[in-house]
């Protein structure tokens, strides 16, 4: 069956499942915050600026106009990154559909509020409403999602009507969607792993091998697990795609934007200069502070969060990082 989707957010990820679901026959309005991408989308069928390469459907439309993008849809996608979030379902939150399930593909916790994704959406939106509330995760290139390279991801749902419906019209032959009800688990899972593919990427920099990338991943497994396990998540969501299968991506892939950032770190630049040479988001910047403040506040070891943080927001030296992690107390594995 045909469904009328709206995506919000014409980044990368957004475009890259605006076009896969219009690929599929299903409606899809794009919704962009600058008139002048919408009117390159139209014009071109490409987003060149975000996505270059990638021939988006005549089934999607591209508009500027948060009211026309949402009216009628059947289910709304929200690619939005988590620092505009909140602003941005200030506006736009009448105006979506009162039955209609909604799929968060944002991955973040918000600085200050240190409130997940979910946590920005049930601000605005009243409990009886909570229930349509969806949220995306697991191992996913925009580009290679976009070329359509077998893809598996995960929706997790409170409500099984909803991530069923979700799952129907994200599913393609080439994007198996998975179900599940851990959201905290796999909101949480999509947050960390960028912190640790930025440190995954310090190592890279600093000229380290295979022992080192495979040391930050199982030990930031181990962290991320912790904490999700504290705030009520199941720790076999961690074992999945959305903990375990987006980590070893975003740790290890090349077009990973966090691994990016610390790949320049490692090299020796600072981090002003790194984001301000970058036109899309590395949501794991941001998420790093929040980490690091919400393992202070649920009284949760993170050895490697603390050690970005402080190369991040302290300016210390990645390689002393490296050093404090390395000549930390010896413990067992477990403990």
Known sequence: MVSNVAVLGSGSWGTALAKSISDQGHRVRLWARRKDLVDTIERERENAAYLPGAALAPTLRATHELADALEGADVVLSVVPTHGLRETLDHAAPYFPANAPILSATKGIENGTLKLVSGIFED???????HLLTYLGGPSFAKEVAAGMPTAVVVAASDPTSGEKVQQVLGTDRLRVYTTDDVVGIELGGALKNVM?????????????????????????????RLAIKLGANPLTLAGLGGMGDLVLTCTGDLSRNRK????????????????????????????????????????????????????????????AVVSLMTRKLRAERD
């Open 261 to 320: 950032v610390g790949l320049e770190l490692g090299k020796g630049k600072k981090i002003a200069e790194i984001l301000a040479g970058m036109q899309q988001v590395a949501e794991g910047v941001r998420t790093t502070r929040s980490a690091w403040e919400l393992s202070q506040r649920e009284g949760v070891e993170m050895p490697i969060v603390e050690a970005m943080y402080k190369v991040l927001y302290e300016d210390l030296p990645p390689l002393e």
């Open 124 to 130: 605005h939106f009243p409990e009886e409403r909570h």
């Open 197 to 225: 593919a930025i440190a995954a990427g310090v190592g890279d920099g600093l000229g380290f091998g295979h022992n080192t990338r495979a040391a930050i991943i199982t030990r930031g497994l181990a962290e991320m697990s």
